[in-house]
């Protein structure tokens, strides 16, 4: 399963969002995790075995990352990060997957994320050019 989180015209955090609608179009199906509370609640229904999480941070250095996450062995490490970082309407990638972690409902999870250069508005054109490396990252990961 792939799925993006993202926040429409919140610069390049929306990235993912673009991703998933093009691929979509294409014929492929990526599923909008954005939201917390349904995103949470939709995978705890569906348990998948695999998960490819399409994100975007601020992280300091313009690139495409990739990388793993796993679930910690401290419940309450991730309670207390979640209480501290969560809103209803908004989850950065890392809480995000604390509580995916805390409700114990993977254990591994694929992050392919981009960096984030504006954080309002349009994307910027590093914004632009990681949305295409993203595209074919998926693109690659999906054969």
Request: glycine content about 6%.
């Given at each position: ?82 209480y501290a970082n969560f809103k209803a309407y908004y989850s950065d990638i890392d809480t995000f997957l604390r509580m ?15 960096e984030v250069v504006n954080e309002d508005g349009e994307l910027s054109d590093w914004g632009r050019m990681c949305k ?12």
């Amino acid at each position: 399963m792939i799925g993006a989180v993202g926040y429409w015209y919140k610069g390049d955090y929306y990235i993912p969002l673009l991703v998933m609608e093009e691929l979509n179009k294409e014929g492929f199906q990526i599923i909008d995790l954005s939201g917390a509370i349904k995103s949470i609640t939709f995978l705890s229904d569906v348990r998948p075995k695999n998960l490819v999480i399409l994100a975007s941070a601020k992280r300091g250095e313009k690139e495409l990352r990739r990388y793993s996450f796993e679930s910690s062995e401290s419940p309450l490490a991730d309670w207390a990060e979640i209480y501290a970082n969560f809103k209803a309407y908004y989850s950065d990638i890392d809480t995000f997957l604390r509580m995916l972690s805390a409700f114990r409902i993977i254990e591994r999870a694929e992050i392919v994320e981009c960096e984030v250069v504006n954080e309002d508005g349009e994307l910027s054109d590093w914004g632009r050019m990681c949305k295409e490396l993203m595209k074919s990252e998926v693109l690659r990961l999906l054969k």
